[in-house]
């Protein structure tokens, strides 16, 4: 498991630079999850590190293989440099909302794919119009980390937050039909204040 997690801090640093900042969360019965903090410009990236300790696991499978299996880290990106945006102290409140969703699979038994849905259950941090994301695909900011056989790659997955609007017309039309409103309406989604995406 430590060896899992030191590949995949050594993929990070290389792909975002060194963090500035980093915070662990332990919740009952689960491993510790980190959250690291890197910034890129006027751009704050949060990383998860922990959530690929071990596999997640189809929660109807009656034994849990303890190799093979999906493993990911969620990645959020916000834009930090406006004039207008919450100051870093209130961005970094995001990172308990982001341990729970990164310890999830452990709790919940949920698997964390692209396409998915996952609901924080209040503001990613104070005064935020967002609570939840949509897990987008991985291998743009980072690159997959491929591990040795027989174990899944370490796939580090974006997360797009949605407003409560979003994220209701997202149930209904898809995650596509989301992302192709938001792409043919210019959305920044690494904008912390930007209003919802006209959804008519």
């Not at 990383?47 to 990645?75: F, H, K, N, W, Y």
């Not at 900011?141 to 974006?158: A, C, K, S, T, Y």
């Amino acid at each position: 498991m430590s060896d899992v997690l030191a590949l995949v801090e050594a993929r990070l640093r290389t792909a975002l630079g060194e963090p500035d900042a980093r915070a662990a969360v332990t919740f009952l019965g689960t491993d510790r999850i980190e959250v690291l903090r890197f910034h890129d410009g006027d751009v704050v990236r949060y990383a998860t590190l922990g959530m690929s300790a071990q596999p997640m696991t189809d929660p109807t499978a009656v034994i849990a293989d303890p190799l093979r299996g999906p493993r990911a880290e969620l990645l959020l990106s916000v834009r930090a440099g406006r004039a207008d945006a919450p100051p870093l102290s209130t961005l970094d409140r995001s990172l308990r909302p982001l341990a729970v969703l990164a310890a999830s699979p452990q709790v919940e038994g949920l698997v964390v794919a692209p396409g998915a849905s996952l609901d924080t259950g209040e503001p990613l941090w104070p005064g935020a119009p967002f609570t939840s994301v949509l897990v987008a695909e991985s291998g743009g900011l980072v690159e997959d980390l491929e591990l040795d056989e027989p174990m899944d790659p370490v796939r580090f997955l974006p997360l797009l937050p949605m407003t409560p609007n979003e994220a209701a017309w997202k149930r209904v039309q898809g995650a596509e039909a989301l992302q192709e409103k938001w792409l043919r309406n210019g959305t920044d989604l690494r904008d912390p204040m930007r209003s919802g995406v006209p959804l008519g």
